[in-house]
């Protein structure tokens, strides 16, 4: 049973061109988060959504827009991709209120721009 | 400043043996939590173990403990008997805040790597 699953798992494009990632998650969790890792390694945090609402927005480009249809889902519309959005892309979902408040997270999007 | 500072790039150790990855972190919150995550070859980020700021006893998961030392900031992860399937990259995170909407700041990771 996949907990935070994505889609494409794999994305290659041309610069310029407009793609979504999409993002489901079956745990029951009303919070959730767009994190983006260089080819660094370094992950930093890009959205997070609270019961379809947006929460934070790190700086990030408008080019980047996150759309939340329902609690359970938190896609990223992405238009006019340039070469440095190449990464990967991960989605995570927490519980807020649970203690630890533990993000769990997608499997990753790797994003190449050509 | 960097909130958290993971200064080992890379590690080695050998199957069976004991190894600590170190985490050191800064924050003026008194409420927060630090958190270990991680990612093998394959790309996925695997939670592995949780230490809030008001937690008295170390926190352990199996072969993976937290020592956690509040005055010093730091919360380095202890991985027992390693394994060849523990070689990954493990990143140290945390959570400033109560709970509620705080996102994880990460630290740039250590690769660990096991040989037999």
């Known amino acids: 049973d996949t907990a935070v699953s994505q889609t494409p798992k794999y994305l290659v494009t041309q610069m310029g061109n407009d793609k979504s990632i999409k993002c489901e998650q079956n745990?029951?969790?009303?919070?959730m988060y767009w994190y983006k890792q260089d080819s660094k390694k370094f992950l930093k945090i890009m959205f997070s959504?609270?019961?379809?609402?947006?929460?934070i927005n790190e700086t990030v480009p408008n080019r980047f827009s996150p759309k939340s249809p329902d609690k359970a889902h938190l896609n990223l519309h992405i238009n006019s991709l340039e070469l440095g959005d190449s990464a990967v892309y991960f989605c995570?979902?927490?519980?807020?209120?649970?203690?630890?408040?533990?993000?769990?997270f997608g499997p990753g999007t790797r994003l190449t721009v050509l | 400043a960097q909130k958290i500072t993971q200064t080992q790039p890379g590690m080695f150790v050998q199957e069976k043996e004991a190894v600590t990855l170190d985490c050191t972190y800064d924050?003026?919150?008194?409420?927060?939590?630090l958190f270990w995550y991680k990612q093998p070859s394959s790309g996925e980020m695997i939670f592995l173990i949780y230490?809030?700021?008001?937690?008295?006893q170390n926190a352990t998961e199996g072969r993976y403990s937290l020592n956690f030392q509040k005055a010093r900031k730091s919360a380095n992860l202890v991985i027992s008997a390693s394994q060849l399937g523990d070689s990954a990259m493990y990143f140290c995170?945390?959570?400033?805040?109560?709970?509620?909407?705080?996102?994880?700041?990460f630290g740039k990771g250590t690769m660990l790597l096991v040989s037999p």
């Open positions: 995570a979902s927490t519980a807020i209120g649970t203690g630890a408040d533990t993000q769990y």
């Open positions: 745990l029951g969790h009303d919070t």
């Open positions: 959504y609270n019961n379809k609402e947006l929460i």
């Open positions: 924050t003026s919150d008194p409420s927060y939590g």
């Open positions: 230490q809030g700021s008001y937690d008295q």
């Open positions: 995170a945390m959570r400033e805040g109560i709970s509620g909407y705080s996102t994880l700041t």
